[in-house]
């Protein structure tokens, strides 16, 4: 099969195939990516969508600095940026849809983890979020369920849109 390109099992993608043929990935050509710019986006034909789903409840908009950083000290939450949205202490605080609300309930779930409680308001108003957790601390949960949040309020494709 030698000139044609090869995809598939014989193809391991390091560089050589099993007959000693150079793969497709090795045939690619180098790309510099230092010495690439930047390719602007033209953003004048797309669709403007949302980014902020968050609606913060009165019990957390009542929380003082004092009680906000009391909270994030016993909950052992860092942040390390300024403008972090206050910290939810309970399920009800975030607003979820019923459904979701439900199924939390129904999982035997008592009160957001550390995580979820700092990191669902962040998720939900679109800001940038680095969450380090140990393992069966919520992370999961923490991006994903502002992840569907956003996903389903995004519009549908178009016929032609990909």
Do not use: C
Not at 48 to 57: G, L, Q, T
């Amino acid at each position: 099969m030698r000139g044609e390109e090869r995809e598939g099992p014989s193809d391991s993608g390091f560089g050589v195939s099993g007959d000693g043929e150079k793969s497709a990935m090795a045939r690619r050509d180098h790309v510099d990516l230092r010495s690439s710019s930047p390719k602007r986006i033209d953003s004048d034909g797309l669709t403007p969508f949302k980014k902020n789903f968050y609606v913060e409840s009165r019990e957390v908009a009542a929380m003082t600095e004092e009680e906000v950083e009391e909270y994030r000290v016993k909950r052992e939450i860092t942040v390390e940026v300024k403008d972090v949205p206050r910290p939810v202490k309970s399920f009800e605080d975030i607003g979820f849809p019923d459904y979701v609300m439900e199924e939390i309930k129904k999982a035997g779930f008592v009160e957001p983890t550390p995580i979820q409680a700092q990191g669902w308001p962040m998720a939900l108003k679109g800001r940038d979020l680095i969450g380090i957790a140990e393992t069966g601390s919520g992370k999961t949960l923490a991006y994903l369920l502002p992840a569907i949040v956003h996903v389903n309020a995004q519009p549908f494709l178009g016929k032609f849109e990909h």
